[in-house]
């Protein structure tokens, strides 16, 4: 299950935008609230595993559900869902069943909370985070939910937390509402549990790619991390994003000492 781990982009003519659920949003955003963007996950094993081919490992969706409140300001709720399937999840014995929300402020997208709910083989894990502003800290919970009696791992506050970080699909969305060309760099405070990294996001060039969902003239931007990399032991992160007013999410490839995985979009729905 190594390359869905790796987890935690026209030519083809799609409808226009829904209107929005629960709230309007200005008619120049690329994306719809709403929208449902369902992914195909491939992974392709390490150098040393060069005797196993590339393999179907299963499906991931990404949400942005309607307007929502928090603490009195308007925000969106966000999901992400990754679960296993095909040749890989067969060979490792392993079924994989995540579950992440994210609520972030609606103009911004600095994330204000996160639910995480993870379910791979039999360890089971709930994490729950909130980011403090005001008090430059973020409460983090985390609880392994495998046993009969959870045992809490983790319950208390990290100081020096800057005042806007946003998640990695908060920052997606963020993105999105940019002008893209090639040559286009801009920075983002990521976080991912207690670490805040400084990313880079830069846009390479133009490429034709081929998805389940049709073939798409898309943005290659790639993501670095100014200290560290964005994944334990390194790996860099690569996102394609339709080059039309939509802005889609059509392709992303993760590569780590894992192996690669990759996301190819297979269905939009709004």
């Known amino acids: 299950m190594a390359g869905f781990s790796l987890l935690t ?21 690329p994306f719809a609230l709403g929208e449902r963007l369902t992914y195909k996950i491939e992974w392709n094993p390490p150098w040393f595993l060069f005797f196993l081919p590339p393999m179907e490992a299963g499906e991931a969706t990404l949400s942005l559900f309607g307007e929502t409140q928090y603490q009195n300001r308007k925000a969106f709720k966000i999901t992400f869902t990754a679960r296993s399937s095909g040749t890989l999840a067969k060979m490792a014995g392993i079924s994989i069943n995540d579950y992440f929300e994210f609520i972030s402020d609606e103009e911004t997208f600095c994330t204000y909370s996160v639910v995480k709910r993870v379910k791979e083989g039999q360890w089971m894990q709930n994490i729950d985070y909130v980011y403090l502003p005001e008090a430059g800290k973020l409460h983090l919970r985390e609880v392994d939910v495998s046993k009969a009696t959870p ?28 002008e ?12 991912e549990n207690e670490v805040v990294k400084d990313v880079q996001i830069s846009v390479e060039k133009k490429e034709l790619v081929h998805a389940p969902a049709g073939d798409f ?20 992160f690569h996102i394609w994003l339709s080059a039309d ?23 939009v729905k709004n």
């Open 245 to 267: 007013e939509r802005k889609l999410p059509v392709k992303f490839e993760a590569k780590t000492y894992l192996g690669k995985a990759t996301g190819s979009l297979k269905q």
């Open 217 to 236: 003239n898309a943005w290659k931007i790639s993501t670095t991390a100014i200290i560290g990399g964005l994944f334990k032991g390194g790996g860099e």
């Open 9 to 29: 982009a026209g030519v083809l003519s799609l409808p226009p935008p829904a209107a929005a659920v629960g709230g309007t949003y200005p008619a120049t955003v």
């Open 180 to 191: 893209l060309a090639p040559g286009v760099s801009l920075h983002a405070l990521v976080g």
């Open 151 to 178: 045992i809490v791992l983790r319950d208390r506050d990290y100081d020096g937390i800057p005042p806007c970080v946003m998640d990695i699909f908060s920052a997606l969305y963020f993105l999105r509402k940019k």
